[in-house]
């Protein structure tokens, strides 16, 4: 019997690596589509909150609601503005607004998003404690998936959402090395309550220019989702060159122990914490660098990127961060994980073969996140290494400028909303 278009997924059996954003949204895809799946998370329990805010254009969370990946009522806030500013000595505590930049945002807690992947996929699949150390071709379109200390599972697809030091992107591409960009995102976040004065941040996100990057602040739904004025959450992060030679003292914890990539909460050496905190104050206008020196539990994750080239090689494919992984200017790392799943499983849907699928789904995916990649590297030069002096620029030259940088167009949901 021929397959046809709506049953080459049924009883397809597909073992998936990795349990954050990525991998829960291939899971709920697959197990609609009638797959047989097993979803393997290396972390004992549930995942801590990675982030704070993530920005989305706002058609994104219309396609995520109609189809069913998050509640129709998930908390966000909907901004219109991307203020510019630039510290100056007659505006030190506000800034001088360079460009009220139109562009439409929607801000949402990065928790509550994976919460309602999380809470969509079955028990029954998802898998905690489960370390992947191998991936085997056993031929005949299937694949072992060997976890630490419980053997080897056969699987005739499988789908590495494991993040940006994939184990999956290693074991298909060896050669693929990630680039550090040679600078990294500051991070933290801050109650409301704790602020004093809201209103600069009221009316949309603001993002502080300064030589060598800038800084972005905006507020997000509390950690309870509420949206209520005084019990948000007001998110930000702030780009910092550091030399590669020096990132590894960077990464140091305060116990002294070196961390690959990322500083989580708390973890930060409070000589490294307390320098990044001065600076922000000959960086940024006054509101904003007591914003960072007020928050508690700051954070830092390097900034790499890399692109691949492919997104599978026989029936082991590639998802979200494990695949091609830009850099966070393109306000893209969630929702490429969640586009990834979207066209595997449409992809599944509308040919009549496995093979058919997965061949139209990894050229398209290739060709967009390898895009995206490019897309995040042209934003970083503008807005981190070549960033030019706003408090010299109005609002014409600006959006001369801006738009003169940016001749890169993406193609994932809706490219204009992105540029920022
Ligand atoms: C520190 C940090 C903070 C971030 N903050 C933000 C933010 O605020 N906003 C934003 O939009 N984006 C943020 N990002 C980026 C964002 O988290 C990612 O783009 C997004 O989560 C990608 O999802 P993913 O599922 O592809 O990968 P990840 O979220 O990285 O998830 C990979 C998962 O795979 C699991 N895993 C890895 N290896 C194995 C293995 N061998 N076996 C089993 N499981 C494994 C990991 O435990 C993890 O759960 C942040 C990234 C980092 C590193």
Redesign the pocket.
């Known amino acids: 019997m021929s397959d046809t278009a709506s049953d080459i997924a049924q009883g397809l059996k597909v073992g998936i ?7 829960c949204t291939v899971a709920i895809e697959l197990v609609r589509l009638g797959c047989d799946v097993t979803l ?4 004992g329990e549930e ?1 801590k909150d ?5 920005g989305v254009p706002p058609s994104v969370i219309n396609t995520f609601i109609s189809r069913d990946l998050v509640d129709a009522d998930i908390p966000y806030f909907s901004s219109h503005t991307f203020t510019r500013i630039w510290r100056t000595v007659p505006e030190q505590r506000y800034g001088y607004i360079a460009w009220d930049q139109p562009a439409s945002l929607d801000l949402l807690n ?1 928790g509550g998003l994976y919460r309602n992947l999380r809470k969509r996929v079955p028990e029954s699949v998802y898998r905690t404690a ?4 191998a991936l085997h071709e056993l031929g005949s379109g299937r694949v072992g998936v060997e976890v630490a200390n419980s053997g080897t599972q056969e699987f005739d697809l499988v789908v590495c ?4 030091t994939s ?1 999956g992107r290693r074991t298909l591409f060896p050669e693929v090395a990630i680039q550090y960009a040679g600078y990294v995102l500051w ?1 933290g976040f801050l109650m409301e309550d704790e602020l004093g004065e809201s209103k600069p941040l009221e009316s949309g996100v603001r993002c502080l220019g300064y030589p060598g990057g800038h800084g972005i602040f905006y507020f997000v739904p509390g950690p309870d989702g509420s949206v209520a004025p005084g019990k948000r959450l007001v998110n930000w992060g702030v780009y910092v060159p550091v030399a590669e030679s020096t990132l590894t003292a960077f990464l140091t914890d305060k116990e002294g122990k070196v961390h690959e ?2 500083l989580p909460p708390g973890a930060m050496a409070v000589p490294t914490e307390t320098a990044l905190k001065q600076k922000a104050y000959e960086r940024m206008p006054d509101y904003y660098a007591e914003i960072t020196d007020k928050s508690p539990n700051t ?1 830092a ?1 390097a900034i790499y990127d890399c692109q691949v080239p492919a997104y599978r090689k026989g029936r082991i494919c590639l ?4 695949g091609a992984f830009a850099r ?1 200017h393109s ?1 893209a ?2 929702l ?2 969640i586009n990834d799943a979207i066209a595997l499983s449409d992809a599944l849907k509308t040919h009549t073969s496995v093979e058919e699928a997965l061949t139209h789904w990894d050229r398209t995916q290739t060709a967009t996140d390898n895009n995206l990649v490019r897309f995040g590297n042209q934003l970083g030069r503008a807005l981190v290494k070549e960033i030019p002096d706003w408090s010299q620029m109005d609002a014409m030259s600006m959006e001369k400028w801006f738009t003169s940088i940016i001749t890169i167009q993406t193609e994932m949901f809706d490219a204009n909303a992105r540029k920022v």
């Open positions: 690596i990795g349990g954050s954003i990525a991998g393997f998370e290396r972390t995942l990675r982030g704070a805010g993530i990065w489960q370390r992947v150390v959402a494991d993040g940006y184990l991070r990539g990322s954070f994750y998802a979200g961060d494990a966070p306000a790392g969630a490429k994980g």
